[in-house]
């Protein structure tokens, strides 16, 4: 079964300091790999994916994240960190071909906080 | 363009009280649906998935039951809810098979109290 580990469960960076949010997943082949993120109190937001190609792949807001197969890592990175960027990010993989649904497993979140 | 809604936002409920939260998704057509619950520091769980009117698989046993009587209308019920359905709970939709992107819905926050 498919697993994912987002080892910090709150990072506080200052504004303007370049962030990395770490993720590592557990799975028999290649998955395809999303970044989530959360305001307080509402949905979910899709900041990026990685299905194939480019390891390297931009999403919205000025974020991207580097898929690393020898580490089964897909870490999100950010250069200069906005105070808008506060809020909760989350991993999930899935599986590939699964034939059904997209049965997403996600990590247990990593909460943001930016001083100014 | 495509939109999703859930309501009730907010719901405080007793023990023992029938729970009824609704998504309905528009701007698309047969859609696969999903209930998540989110509790805290807990990341999301996905609860019941939906690839077809009347076709509900549940992911983990539990006291909910799910529901699809239309094509993009997914309901979450309870007979009588216990302290532990607390929580966040998030509706999503995709298109197609596989892992395919997911968009959530804005939540509905049920306290059991």
């Known amino acids: 079964a498919q697993s994912v580990t987002q080892p910090d469960i709150h990072i506080t960076v200052s504004e303007g300091a370049s962030l990395e949010l770490r993720c590592n997943y557990s799975y028999g082949a290649t998955p395809y790999l999303f970044w989530y993120v959360q305001s307080p109190g509402q949905g979910l937001q899709l900041l990026l994916k990685y299905f194939s190609g480019d390891t390297l792949v931009q999403g919205i807001k000025g974020f991207e994240a580097e898929f690393k197969r020898s580490q089964s890592s897909f870490n999100l990175r950010k250069p200069s960190v906005h105070w808008s960027d506060a809020a909760e990010y989350f991993c999930?993989?899935?599986?590939?071909?699964?034939?059904?649904?997209?049965?997403?497993?996600f990590g247990t979140g990593t909460r943001l906080q930016v001083t100014l | 363009s495509q939109t999703i809604h859930q309501w009730p936002a907010t719901l405080v409920q007793p023990v023992g009280s029938p729970l009824s939260l609704e998504c309905t998704v528009e701007?698309?057509?047969?859609?696969?649906l999903y209930w998540y619950r989110q509790a805290a520091g807990r990341g999301l769980q996905l609860l019941f998935y939906s690839i077809g009117i009347g076709q509900i698989s549940s992911e983990v046993p539990q006291n909910l039951s799910a529901s699809r009587p239309q094509d993009r209308q997914f309901i979450l019920s309870s007979k009588k809810l216990l302290l532990s359905d607390s929580g966040f709970y998030l509706c999503a939709w995709s298109k197609g098979f596989g892992a395919n992107v997911l968009t959530f819905g804005a939540g509905s926050r049920l306290t059991v109290l």
């Open positions: 701007g698309t057509s047969n859609p696969n």
């Open positions: 999930a993989v899935g599986a590939r071909n699964t034939g059904t649904a997209s049965k997403l497993t």
